[in-house]
Structure formats: structure tokens, C-alpha cells
């Protein structure tokens, strides 16, 4: 049984020591957050989320073939239509919810922090690439141009791999031997050019 399928019927709440990375953790780990909340509460989250994934990675396949020469610019509007209805929908719950988290998380700090009350705040809040739902389908027609020209389409797991520590490191053979040391080692910081118009 696919586990998407216990969702909102086997309600669990897991607190790791990996959960005290996520305020600085990819997007994708935040988001991931709020959808495992939603697909416990919300009936039908989960299969319209899984369905909006399917979308989206058929859009991309469709630009990659239109690139090409291999298919139709007027073929994006069939997935164009899915791709608003369904994340128009996501989008919304998402900000109901974070609203509903944001006002139960200040008044849990509210009691446990009387002492400094106005020294510190806090909120928590859904911000989604997409400011206006209503305007999904203006933005999406407006990035068309954009995404028919790069030669590749990001999807949300690129989130996973941005902002990350990677170190190349050169190797200097030992003399009259088969093996090698280290000669010299640089870190450098990996991150996008630019990020998806749509990873929300």
C-alpha cells in the first residue's frame, strides 16, 4: 500500500533533531511541513498535490520536447490549465493554515514568554513565489518566453542541492608510486543562477 494513501488516516507527529534545521533548511523541507500537515487534516490534499507533481513534470517533459522541435508551443495550455487550478488550490490551503499555525504559535510564545514580551516576536508565514493566485495563469503566460529559452527546466528538488558546501580538491601523484596525496582543496558555495518561477 503506497504510503500517500495513509495520509489523514494514521495521524503521527515526529520530532527529530533534523527538525531544528528547518528554519534554515531548503524550501522544499518547509514546504514539506505544512503538506504533511495539510494531508493529515485537509481530505483530497494529498492526492491533489500528487497530482499537481504529475503536472508539473509533464510540463517540463513538453518544453524539453518543444525545444526541440518535437512539439507545440499551444500544447502547454492543456497542462497551463491543470497547473493553475490545482496550485491556485494548494497555494490557498497553504496560506489558510499558515495563518491558523501563525496565531496559535504566537499565543503559545505569548505564555511562555511574558517576561520579554516586547523584546522578542515571532511569526510564522507561507510565502509562495505566486504573490497573487489570482494572477497564476497571467504569470505563468508571462514566463513562457523565458523557460522556452533555457535549455533546461528546474524542478522543486533543485531547492535540494542550492546553497550547498562543495569542495574540489587536486590530487598530486607520489613519485615512482602508483598512489596520490592531497595537494590542494578549495570550497566553494553551489547556488542557482536563478530559481524556478513556480517552485512554491
Known amino acids: 500500500m503506497p504510503l500517500s494513501l495513509l495520509a489523514g488516516h494514521l495521524p503521527v507527529v515526529v520530532f527529530s533533531p533534523e527538525s531544528m534545521d528547518l528554519p534554515e533548511a ?24 500528487l497530482k499537481y507533481n504529475h503536472v508539473v513534470k509533464a510540463r517540463n517533459k513538453l518544453l524539453d520536447r518543444i525545444k526541440f522541435g518535437k512539439g507545440e508551443v499551444g500544447e502547454l495550455t492543456f497542462w497551463d490549465e491543470q497547473l493553475v487550478e490545482l496550485g ?4 490557498t490551503l497553504r496560506q489558510k493554515y499558515a495563518r491558523t499555525l501563525d496565531s496559535r504559535i504566537k499565543k503559545c510564545f505569548k505564555r511562555i514568554n511574558n517576561a520579554r514580551e516586547k523584546e522578542q ?11 497573487d493566485v489570482d494572477r497564476f495563469r497571467e504569470e505563468l503566460e508571462n514566463a513562457r518566453e523565458r523557460e522556452l529559452r533555457v535549455q533546461f527546466v528546474l524542478t522543486r528538488q533543485a531547492d535540494a542541492a542550492n546553497n550547498q558546501d562543495i569542495i574540489l580538491r587536486l590530487d598530486e601523484r607520489v613519485p615512482e608510486t602508483s598512489h596520490f596525496h592531497e595537494y590542494k582543496t578549495a570550497r566553494y558555495l553551489l547556488r542557482r543562477s536563478f530559481t ?3 517552485d512554491f
Open 26 to 49: 531548503a524550501p522544499t523541507k518547509r514546504r514539506r511541513l505544512i503538506d504533511v500537515l495539510l494531508a493529515q487534516i485537509e481530505p483530497g490534499y494529498t492526492k491533489r498535490l
Open 88 to 91: 491556485g488550490a494548494i497555494i
Open 121 to 131: 516576536k515571532i511569526a510564522f508565514y507561507y510565502q509562495s513565489s505566486i504573490q
Open 196 to 198: 524556478s518561477d513556480f
